[in-house]
């Protein structure tokens, strides 16, 4: 085992701290990374603090992760040393299923490997996340991060860009699709960004009055402020397609109600608590649909990091240091963040 410096949290209510974990010897697919950035997700606060239920102590967060390669097994195909490479949500999946087989590993039909706070068959412990300074990742679950892309702001890619990715492209969204982004933290900056690249009319919803300018550089052509009734009434009916990446529990029929006929709605936040349930005929009368999408598999992460190096595209974020990463979980829940921190790991020694 490979004794590696992170910081976990030892409880649902104490503070993180610096800790010693164990990673795996690498074996003949695996590549060993030393993790120069980490992005800071709202995902990371839920299970630190068991907002969402089954968080295993000590945790160790992060899964939005970029490196360099330091070694690789004798079997790796893909990938060299001293290659600059991503890891996010996910290490392992069965490779066996529909899903799998489909390239959609989040939705492994025997339950898919989270980056941390999930069964680690190699170790037979659970797995450590990217709050440390290397990681060992079987190569099928590594991407590539083109040269093209500043390493620091690429990192929020690995799960902020392909949460808002993934439903972009399940549900075809291109030029002329009528867009609404719900939220304008991690995942809604990254969806706003990449609804403007494929070419949508981006409509933000925000309930940060201050975040309107903010909105309209990152690529919305309109901003309204959800917390305006007739703001939001000018829009009814108006939407073709809307992802709501909102952390805590709201009212979704204010969204809905923003739907053209045979709009869709999709859920990405993840709120502890349920909603408050929609309206029957808020769907009916138009035919409406809500649904949910999880992160994305192993190869549309890929396409859309190499859409970013493509049109230039990385996440918009404060770097912070290891040890203010609990100061930066309290302004995460004052919705104070622009509009990702990311951890620079060689300021955990
Ligand atoms: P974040 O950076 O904290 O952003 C959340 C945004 O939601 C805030 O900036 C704020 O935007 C808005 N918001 C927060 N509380 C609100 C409230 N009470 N009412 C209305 N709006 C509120 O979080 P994130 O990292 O983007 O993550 C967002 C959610 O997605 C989390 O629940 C996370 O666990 C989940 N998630 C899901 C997936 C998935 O695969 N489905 C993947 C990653 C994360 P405004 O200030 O603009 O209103
Ligand atoms: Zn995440």
Redo the contacts with the bound molecule.
């Keep these: 085992m490979i004794n590696t410096l992170a910081y976990a949290a030892p409880s649902a209510t104490a503070p993180l701290g610096p800790s010693t974990i164990a990673r795996r010897e690498p074996t003949a697919s695996d590549v060993h990374i030393e993790i120069l950035f980490c992005g800071?997700?709202?995902?990371?606060?839920?299970t630190a603090r068991s907002e969402?239920p089954g968080t295993l102590y000590p945790c160790v967060p992060g899964?939005e992760i970029v490196g360099r390669v330091v070694a690789v097994g004798s079997d790796v195909k893909g990938f060299v040393v001293g290659e600059t490479v991503g890891v996010g949500?996910m290490v392992d999946s069965c490779q066996h299923c529909a899903s799998c087989a489909d390239g959609l590993e989040?939705y492994c039909e025997s339950g898919m490997v989270g980056t941390y706070n999930a069964p680690d068959k190699h170790t037979g412990g659970y797995t450590f996340g990217g709050y440390s300074k290397a990681i060992v990742v079987d190569e099928k679950f590594v991407l590539h991060i083109s040269d093209k892309l500043d390493p620091a702001g690429a990192a929020p890619l690995l799960?902020?860009g392909?949460?808002t990715w993934?439903p972009l492209r399940h549900w075809n969204v291109g030029k002329g699709s009528r867009v609404g982004i719900?939220?304008?933290?991690?995942?809604?900056?990254?969806g706003v960004k990449l609804a403007h690249a494929l070419g949508a009319h981006v409509t933000?919803?925000?309930?940060?009055a201050n975040?309107r300018d903010d909105?309209l550089k990152l690529g919305a052509d309109e901003v309204v402020i959800?917390t305006d009734p007739d703001a939001m009434a000018a829009k009814a009916n108006s939407l073709d397609f809307i992802i709501d990446?909102?952390?805590?529990?709201?009212n979704l029929d204010v969204y809905l109600s923003l739907l053209a006929r045979d709009g869709v709605m999709t859920?990405?936040?993840?709120?502890?608590t349920p909603h408050p349930s929609p309206t029957v005929f808020n769907l009916i009368m138009k035919r409406r649909s809500l649904a949910?999408?999880?992160?994305?598999g192993i190869k549309e992460t890929q396409e859309m990091l190499d859409f970013c190096a493509e049109h230039g595209i990385v996440s918009e974020i404060e770097v912070i240091q290891m040890k203010e990463i609990n100061g930066a979980y309290e302004r995460?829940?004052k919705?104070d963040?622009k509009?990702?921190f990311v951890i620079d790991l060689a300021s955990l020694s």
Excluded: E, N
């Design positions: 800071v997700c709202h995902s990371d606060l839920h969402w899964h949500c989040q799960c902020a392909i949460t993934s719900v939220g304008l933290g991690g995942l809604g900056h990254m933000l919803f925000t309930t940060s975040k909105g959800s990446t909102v952390s805590a529990p709201h859920l990405v936040g993840a709120p502890p949910g999408s999880l992160i994305g995460m829940l919705s963040v509009y990702r």
